[in-house]
């Protein structure tokens, strides 16, 4: 069973930083890509990052470049959103996906709160 738990959500200022983390199980770690994506009330959920394992390739949506780092633990099976200069605008429930035999799979999200 494929599952994914993500942590580290939280309240921080403006500026502030917080590290999220995404638990997998259920599949065989490195042959997929994870992704981050966020939403917020009333809006589509929105890809924010995504990392292959295999082979390190990171994706960052333009929004975040500079101030977001993905990142991931093959031994832990645990993929990281290390989040830096965080801005109100960030704040959004965040979730991990990894799409599998064309299903989706998606975590049950932690929430994100920065305040200006």
């Known amino acids: 069973e494929v599952q994914l738990v993500e942590s580290g959500g939280g309240l921080v200022q403006a500026g502030g930083s917080l590290r999220l983390s995404c638990a997998v199980s259920?599949?065989?770690?490195?042959?997929?890509?994870i992704g981050w994506f966020h939403q917020v009330p009333g809006k589509e959920r929105e890809g924010v990052s995504c990392?292959?394992?295999?082979?390190?390739?990171?994706y960052y949506v333009d929004s975040v470049k500079g101030r977001l780092t993905i990142s991931s633990d093959n031994a832990k099976n645990t993929v990281y959103l290390q989040m830096n200069s965080l801005k109100p605008e960030d704040t959004a429930v965040y979730y991990c996906?990894?799409?599998?035999?064309?299903?989706?799979?998606w975590g049950q999200g932690t929430q994100v709160t920065v305040s200006s």
């Open positions: 990392i292959s394992s295999r082979d390190g390739s990171r």
């Open positions: 996906n990894v799409v599998k035999n064309n299903n989706n799979y």
């Open positions: 259920g599949f065989t770690f490195h042959d997929y890509a």
